[in-house]
């Protein structure tokens, strides 16, 4: 097999490639996952649509408030100015929309550091896996070839066509459960054929 057939080697053809092609990649030294930011962009921009729609809500809460606290004659048994006073409602209705709101953030948060804030390199026989969070950095290395690691591969044509792929490595500890080491952010698999390569190169 020529030159220009080793380089057309894809990733996912790699335990049945040959030796040849097998040690051409084993050297590669180090390799970069090139994540896909169209995922987190669009996350962003559907939080932001999201809270464009949400805060001009708080009226409509405010007056669901005050027709709640109508309906079971608050107003009545009580009889305090506070309770008729719109402002108490339009303050309660900000809280809870701003709550709400608050909520989503966390989970847009946690969405962006699985998918944008982590960095996943080869280096020669490891992985290194870096995430950054408000405290600094975390990274993480291992053998990849180590006994016991599952590499999961989310694919597809699906996946493959709209940047949706994913790693996740996990330890198998028993058959009920696996712990998580790292799970990769959106990729390509067509701009990421070294890396993938290096990481299901042949022990």
């Known amino acids: 097999m020529n030159k220009s057939d080793t380089s057309k080697s894809v990733w996912w053809n790699w335990e049945n490639s040959e030796t040849e092609i097998r040690s ?20 962003i ?11 001009p809500f708080r009226a409509t809460v405010s007056l669901w408030v ?16 506070l309770l008729t006073d719109k402002r108490l409602y339009d303050y309660t209705a900000l ?7 608050f909520a989503f953030f966390l989970d847009l948060i946690r ?16 992985l290194a896996v870096t995430k950054w969070g ?17 590499i999961h591969h989310k694919s597809g044509w699906f996946r493959s066509l709209l940047g949706l792929e994913k790693l996740s ?12 080491l790292a799970e990769s952010p ?13 990481v299901f190169r042949s022990v």
Do not use: C, M
């Open 134 to 150: 408000f405290l600094g950095k975390e990274t993480i290395r291992w053998n990849p070839d180590q006994t016991g690691l599952q």
């Open 66 to 81: 005050f027709k709640f606290v109508e309906l079971l004659q608050i107003t009545k048994v009580l009889k305090l100015s």
């Open 24 to 43: 051409s990649f084993s050297r590669i030294k180090k390799s970069k996952l090139k994540i896909n930011y169209i995922p987190p962009v669009l996350a």
């Open 45 to 55: 921009a559907a939080y932001g649509v999201f809270l464009s729609y949400l805060f």
């Open 111 to 126: 969405f962006l550091k699985k998918n944008l804030f982590q960095t996943f390199i080869t280096e020669e026989n490891r």
């Open 95 to 101: 809280f809870v929309i701003s709550y709400i709101a």
């Open 169 to 180: 490595f996990r330890i198998h500890i028993n058959e009920a459960e696996n712990s998580v």
């Open 186 to 198: 959106y990729f390509f698999s067509k701009s990421n054929s070294d890396f993938l390569s290096s």
